[in-house]
Every structure is written in C-alpha cells, then in structure tokens.
C-alpha cells in the first residue's frame, strides 16, 4: 500500500498563509490535492497540518484531514522527517503496513498526476527514494564560490574543465516529489540515503514557492498555463 503525505504547517513567513492563498482562483494546497487524487485514492492521502483555516479548505475540497499535527510538529524547528513518521505511525495503526510514502510539498504547484505517476515507476524496493530534481544553473564545478580562511573566493568545486558545456550535470532538488522506501526511512534520516535515484523535471514545472517574487512569478506561470 502507498501512503501520500501532504505537509501543510500554518506558520509560513515568506508568504503568509501561502498554503490556501488563491493561485489563478484557486487555493496553492488545492493543486496538489488534486494532482495526488489522480493518482490515488483519498483514504491514502494525508494532509499533515496545524491549521484550522488550512483543515477547513481541504475538507472544503472534499478530502477528510484524519488528525490535527501536533504543536511540537508545527514549529520553525519541527523536521520533515517527524512529520512524516508521525504520519506514517497514525496510517499504519489504522490501515497496515506502508511499502512506499510520496511525499508532494504544496509549495509546488505545477507538479502534476503525471510527473507523480512517472515518477513512481522509477521506484523499486531496492531504493531508498526517488527524489525530483532539475537541472541547475548554479553549477558548483563553474559559478559557485566559497571563502576560505583569508577570505578570497575559491571553487566550491575543483575541475579541469574550461567549457561549461562539457562540466558534468548537477541535479538540483526542486521539493515537488519524493517516493520514499518505508523501510528506509523507520531506519535513517532522508539525508543519509544512499540509494537515491533522480526524476528529472522542467524548469517551469519545478518552480517552488517560498518568497513573494517565487508568488509572483507562479501567478504569471498559472495564467499562461489557463490560456
């Protein structure tokens, strides 16, 4: 059985109350909601939030919340890696073992069934996870620097290479999409898995929001897209 987890916190800072904010007349958590019922039924969908206001437009939406997050889960300190477990503990009591947890962040709302449905037939048990990423531009071998003790800039990345286009590829995570082994995760933290595969996605489809220009440039995303 598949568990899908959508992690909705009351307390965002960049945008408040990102989470049910009309995007092109519809609330951002919607989008994801909706994508992840495409794909699965709603009795293995849970929204993880702390927020009445939250709670009431899911439950608006047609989807049951199961539970209210607790307070020690809610806070700017409070890791992903508890509320999945706190989640993935509750689905388990109730309905049985868990062979894989898909984790969809709403702050993504341009992932769609579709990327999730490809996605998930990159996994196999052998895995730790699948994880979404695209391409980055920042790459570490070419543009990004660091100081180092004296203070000059140096590589954050050492290579012979003198063109850019022939540098190796770097992934950068976009947060739209994690498939996540059960066993691996009651095991270890998500950042000491080693088997780890990419689901590689477009830039437009990868855009996250976490700042008011990241808002703004959804709201000019989602209209060429409704056109």
């Known amino acids: ?34 994508a992840a019922r495409a794909v699965y039924n709603d009795e293995q969908i849970i929204v993880s939030t702390d927020s009445e206001e939250i709670k009431q ?15 020690e889960l809610a806070t700017d300190q409070s890791s992903s890696y508890d509320v999945i477990i706190h989640a993935l503990n509750d689905f388990e009591r109730k309905n049985g073992e868990v062979e894989k947890i898909i ?41 990004l620097r660091e100081e180092d003790q004296d203070g000059y800039l140096v590589k954050s990345k050492e290579s012979t290479v003198t063109r850019r286009q022939d540098l190796n590829k770097v992934w950068e995570l976009n947060g739209a ?14 950042g000491d898995f080693k088997k780890v595969k990419k689901y590689e ?22 209209q060429q897209i409704a056109k």
Not at 20 to 34: A, P
Not at 119 to 128: P, T, V
Not at 177 to 186: D, L, P, Q
């Open 177 to 190: 999409i994690y498939i996540i082994n059960t066993k691996a995760i009651k095991s270890q933290q998500i």
């Open 57 to 71: 437009v899911v439950e608006k939406s047609g989807l049951k919340v199961p539970y209210d997050r607790p307070p």
């Open 103 to 143: 984790l969809l962040q709403p702050t993504s709302p341009f992932r769609t069934s579709q990327h999730i449905t490809e996605a998930s037939k990159l996994y196999n048990e052998e895995l730790d996870m699948i994880v979404s990423v695209k391409e980055t531009k920042a790459n570490p071998y070419y543009v």
């Open 1 to 34: 059985m598949d568990l899908v987890i959508i992690p909705a916190r009351g307390g965002s800072k960049g945008v408040p109350g990102k989470n049910i904010k009309l995007l092109n007349g519809q609330s951002l958590i919607e989008f994801t909601i909706y």
């Open 201 to 222: 996605m477009d830039e437009l489809s990868s855009h996250d929001i976490d700042t008011p220009l990241d808002w703004s440039l959804a709201e000019v995303i989602a």
